[in-house]
């Protein structure tokens, strides 16, 4: 039934006397209602209600109760609602046959009045009437609260969007306005609001052309929109946006309803939005030179820094090279004095006849001298430009052939281990650089342990992939790995960050010359590798040496030289020396003699090449490497080689200035010797390759 609810079809039934409850029930289920029997006037009284369908009763039910409570029920019905009753009664429903009808319709207002007997499909007819009445009301019902539903939430949307609602009636210009729509152009919602009011409180810059708005679309019926200045009763100005469509009544009268809202703050946010743009190009151009400022700033600061920095380097060169050259001039001072005393002394016994003594002067000043070549050695081995005898080495036999020294050196206060690895790759050095190496870390281990402790020398494989390998600043690839670990002192960390540094050491004074770490640093960086140090203070420390692999075979021991007078020259074999230190070419030049060969000199490179253009007979040629001129030792050689290319050649140095002097790099027939250098490793050599087949 429409929209009714599904107890709508309920009939309130009041018929308490014989079979009429039985009988009504049965016919208004054919009519296709359901019947609510009530056995007493209160229960029925209780059930006439909004949701009842109509309500049927005999007339002799009521005749003794009291309608008043029924009749006000039904005077408060909604303004859908007129619910019908059908009465039972035995003189039907006139005044003139049946007084009490009359009570009963003022009581119930709709009710119809059925007279019995009756044919069951008159009251059929007569329910299903009323049934279908009732029907109509419940859609109106449903209707109308549609209604209410759609306005509550029409009036939540409009609260939520602050938006004000209006209707102005073109015809007779009276406007209707909500709250909001009053706080639009800054009325209480308790002040009068005209269209008169509407169109004063119109800014007078706006008000033509917002009437000029009004009247087209009430001309055309198109909407209305608009954006005006609003004057508040306080004088404050405002914006507001409205909006609205015309309508036509049934009637054919019109009206415009609409909406309007406060837009304020958003055309205040415009206006600054388009103040900030107008204003753009100039926040830029100030921003971008701002920019620029900071810019040439940092750039000042980064150069200042980057002087502060080079002055700083500066400064800290200055001081190591003051350091070093205080060092080294404190301990030369020291040999010279050595060498100088002896030799003074020599003299004066020579002079005075006293040649019992002259041996012990000469052994002082070789010590001295020897000392002094020492340390020559450990600056250049610091500084990698010394001249290396790389040979492949098996690091595990030379450090169980330096056993019994090692033990000797430390004493019997520390026990001594070694362990080396089993199938140790070999390494190219210098073996007799690397004994040193680590003869002088085994001094510092010893050093370190004052009242005794444990050495121990290990050996391992390393091969280091490629992020292990950048933080030893090394190669990816095999290496061979020589520790050195004691239980001593340990180290600092501080200590640690300088041990390499020359002349730096922690020993007291007198006791140390700080060279010897740094020693070892120069020949391992010098033969490819690098140095760490692991230490803690107070838990002893560990030295690393690592060394590159090398992949080819390993020689057999150099035969030792005899011991026996060397062999005499033969006859005519001549020797050209070319040094520009006359000392040096003296005392070769003498040696030579005494040796029976003849000798040739020069100064420089030039005067040995125009003796090699010569017809002389030289047979080999002995030249320093750092020769002034223009022309160095190796390039005179190269020279002397396209001249005579049988030509036997003997370089002398002090260091490798080219690395091309290295063993590795000599052709057949040359060869290296290290100043400073005794006279017999002179004969040794110069006799090595006159007679090398």
Same mark, same amino acid.
């Given at each position: 039934?429409?929209?009714?609810?599904?107890?709508?079809?309920?009939?309130?039934?009041?018929?308490?006397?014989?079979?009429?409850?039985?009988?009504?029930?049965?016919?208004?289920?054919?009519?296709?209602?359901?019947?609510?029997?009530?056995?007493?006037?209160?229960?029925?009284?209780?059930?006439?209600?909004?949701?009842?369908?109509?309500?049927?009763?005999?007339?002799?039910?009521?005749?003794?109760?009291?309608?008043?409570?029924?009749?006000?029920?039904?005077?408060?019905?909604?303004?859908?609602?007129?619910?019908?009753?059908?009465?039972?009664?035995?003189?039907?429903?006139?005044?003139?046959?049946?007084?009490?009808?009359?009570?009963?319709?003022?009581?119930?207002?709709?009710?119809?009045?059925?007279?019995?007997?009756?044919?069951?499909?008159?009251?059929?007819?007569?329910?299903?009437?009323?049934?279908?009445?009732?029907?109509?009301?419940?859609?109106?019902?449903?209707?109308?609260?549609?209604?209410?539903?759609?306005?509550?939430?029409?009036?939540?949307?409009?609260?939520?969007?602050?938006?004000?609602?209006?209707?102005?009636?073109?015809?007779?210009?009276?406007?209707?306005?909500?709250?909001?729509?009053?706080?639009?152009?800054?009325?209480?919602?308790?002040?009068?609001?005209?269209?008169?009011?509407?169109?004063?409180?119109?800014?007078?810059?706006?008000?033509?052309?917002?009437?000029?708005?009004?009247?087209?679309?009430?001309?055309?019926?198109?909407?209305?929109?608009?954006?005006?200045?609003?004057?508040?009763?306080?004088?404050?100005?405002?914006?507001?946006?409205?909006?609205?469509?015309?309508?036509?009544?049934?009637?054919?009268?019109?009206?415009?309803?609409?909406?309007?809202?406060?837009?304020?703050?958003?055309?205040?946010?415009?206006?600054?939005?388009?103040?900030?743009?107008?204003?753009?190009?100039?926040? #830029?151009?100030?921003?971008?030179?701002?920019?620029?400022?900071?810019?040439?700033?940092?750039?000042?600061?980064?150069?200042?820094?980057?002087?502060?920095?080079?002055?700083?380097?500066?400064?800290?060169?200055?001081?190591?090279?003051?350091?070093?050259?205080?060092?080294?001039?404190?301990?030369?001072?020291?040999?010279?004095?050595?060498?100088?005393?002896?030799?003074?002394?020599?003299?004066?016994?020579?002079?005075?006849?006293?040649?019992?003594?002259?041996?012990?002067?000469?052994?002082?000043?070789?010590?001295?001298?020897?000392?002094?070549?020492?340390?020559?050695?450990?600056?250049?081995?610091?500084?990698?430009?010394?001249?290396?005898?790389?040979?492949?080495?098996?690091?595990?036999?030379?450090?169980?052939?330096?056993?019994?020294?090692?033990?000797?050196?430390?004493?019997?206060?520390?026990?001594?281990?070694?362990?080396?690895?089993?199938?140790?790759?070999?390494?190219?050095?210098?073996?007799?650089?690397?004994?040193?190496?680590?003869?002088?870390?085994?001094?510092?281990?010893?050093?370190?342990?004052?009242?005794?402790?444990?050495?121990?020398?290990?050996?391992?494989?390393?091969?280091?992939?490629?992020?292990?390998?950048?933080?030893?600043?090394?190669?990816?690839?095999?290496?061979?790995?020589?520790?050195?670990?004691?239980?001593?002192?340990?180290?600092?960390?501080?200590?640690?960050?300088?041990?390499?540094?020359?002349?730096?050491?922690?020993?007291?004074?007198?006791?140390?010359?700080?060279?010897?770490?740094?020693?070892?640093?120069?020949?391992?960086?010098?033969?490819?590798?690098?140095?760490?140090?692991?230490?803690?203070?107070?838990?002893?420390?560990?030295?690393?040496?690592?060394?590159?692999?090398?992949?080819?075979?390993?020689?057999?021991?150099?035969?030792?030289?005899?011991?026996?007078?060397?062999?005499?020259?033969?006859?005519?074999?001549?020797?050209? #020396?070319?040094?520009?230190?006359?000392?040096?070419?003296?005392?070769?030049?003498?040696?030579?003699?005494?040796?029976?060969?003849?000798?040739?000199?020069?100064?420089?490179?030039?005067?040995?090449?125009?003796?090699?253009?010569?017809?002389?007979?030289?047979?080999?040629?002995?030249?320093?490497?750092?020769?002034?001129?223009?022309?160095?030792?190796?390039?005179?050689?190269?020279?002397?080689?396209?001249?005579?290319?049988?030509?036997?050649?003997?370089?002398?140095?002090?260091?490798?200035?080219?690395?091309?002097?290295?063993?590795?790099?000599?052709?057949?027939?040359?060869?290296?010797?290290?100043?400073?250098?005794?006279?017999?490793?002179?004969?040794?050599?110069?006799?090595?390759?006159?007679?090398?087949?």
């Amino acid at each position: 039934m429409g929209n009714a609810p599904a107890h709508a079809l309920t009939v309130p039934l009041y018929t308490p006397y014989g079979r009429d409850a039985t009988i009504a029930a049965a016919l208004l289920r054919e009519a296709g209602a359901t019947a609510a029997v009530c056995g007493d006037f209160a229960s029925f009284e209780a059930a006439i209600g909004d949701d009842a369908c109509f309500a049927v009763v005999t007339e002799e039910a009521l005749r003794h109760v009291d309608l008043a409570g029924i009749s006000a029920r039904m005077a408060r019905q909604p303004a859908w609602s007129d619910l019908p009753f059908i009465v039972l009664t035995h003189s039907g429903g006139g005044p003139e046959q049946n007084p009490g009808a009359a009570r009963l319709s003022a009581a119930f207002g709709n009710a119809t009045f059925l007279e019995r007997p009756f044919h069951p499909s008159t009251f059929v007819s007569v329910a299903r009437a009323a049934l279908k009445a009732r029907g109509r009301q419940f859609e109106a019902r449903a209707r109308i609260e549609a209604l209410d539903e759609g306005e509550r939430r029409l009036s939540i949307a409009l609260l939520a969007g602050r938006l004000g609602s209006w209707e102005l009636d073109l015809e007779r210009g009276v406007l209707t306005a909500s709250a909001t729509c009053r706080a639009v152009f800054g009325r209480a919602a308790e002040d009068e609001f005209t269209y008169a009011d509407l169109l004063a409180g119109i800014h007078p810059g706006d008000r033509d052309r917002t009437q000029a708005a009004v009247r087209e679309s009430a001309a055309t019926g198109a909407d209305y929109a608009i954006e005006y200045r609003t004057l508040w009763p306080d004088g404050s100005v405002h914006w507001a946006e409205i909006r609205a469509r015309v309508v036509t009544g049934r009637s054919g009268g019109r009206r415009m309803v609409g909406v309007s809202s406060d837009i304020t703050a958003r055309k205040k946010a415009e206006d600054d939005l388009r103040r900030l743009n107008e204003t753009l190009e100039e926040r #830029v151009a100030a921003r971008t030179a701002e920019l620029l400022r900071a810019h040439e700033t940092v750039l000042a600061e980064v150069e200042q820094r980057k002087r502060t920095e080079e002055e700083l380097r500066q400064a800290q060169k200055m001081e190591a090279v003051g350091q070093l050259t205080g060092g080294l001039a404190h301990d030369f001072n020291n040999l010279l004095a050595g060498i100088i005393g002896s030799l003074e002394l020599l003299q004066i016994r020579v002079a005075q006849g006293r040649t019992a003594e002259l041996e012990r002067y000469v052994a002082s000043a070789q010590e001295a001298a020897s000392r002094a070549a020492a340390l020559t050695h450990r600056l250049l081995a610091f500084s990698r430009r010394q001249t290396l005898e790389a040979r492949p080495t098996d690091v595990n036999a030379l450090v169980m052939g330096m056993q019994d020294l090692i033990n000797r050196t430390v004493g019997p206060a520390i026990a001594v281990t070694s362990s080396g690895a089993d199938d140790l790759w070999p390494t190219l050095v210098d073996p007799n650089q690397l004994e040193n190496a680590l003869l002088n870390l085994c001094i510092n281990a010893r050093d370190a342990m004052p009242g005794g402790g444990a050495l121990t020398i290990a050996t391992e494989n390393r091969l280091l992939g490629a992020e292990e390998a950048a933080g030893l600043d090394l190669e990816a690839g095999p290496y061979v790995a020589l520790h050195v670990s004691d239980t001593g002192t340990g180290m600092e960390p501080e200590v640690i960050a300088r041990a390499f540094d020359p002349f730096f050491t922690t020993k007291p004074l007198g006791q140390g010359t700080g060279l010897g770490l740094s020693m070892i640093y120069g020949f391992v960086r010098q033969s490819g590798g690098q140095v760490r140090i692991r230490s803690e203070a107070g838990r002893g420390a560990t030295m690393t040496l690592y060394l590159p692999r090398h992949t080819g075979p390993l020689e057999g021991p150099a035969a030792e030289g005899g011991a026996g007078d060397p062999l005499r020259p033969a006859e005519g074999e001549t020797v050209l #020396v070319v040094d520009d230190e006359a000392t040096i070419r003296l005392l070769i030049v003498e040696v030579l003699e005494d040796l029976g060969y003849a000798a040739l000199q020069a100064g420089d490179g030039a005067a040995g090449l125009k003796l090699l253009r010569s017809g002389q007979r030289i047979d080999l040629l002995v030249t320093d490497v750092g020769l002034p001129g223009g022309m160095n030792g190796r390039q005179l050689a190269d020279a002397a080689r396209t001249l005579r290319p049988e030509l036997r050649i003997l370089f002398i140095t002090g260091y490798a200035e080219s690395a091309a002097i290295g063993d590795r790099h000599l052709e057949e027939g040359m060869q290296v010797l290290t100043k400073p250098f005794t006279m017999r490793d002179l004969a040794s050599r110069l006799e090595a390759l006159l007679r090398r087949p």
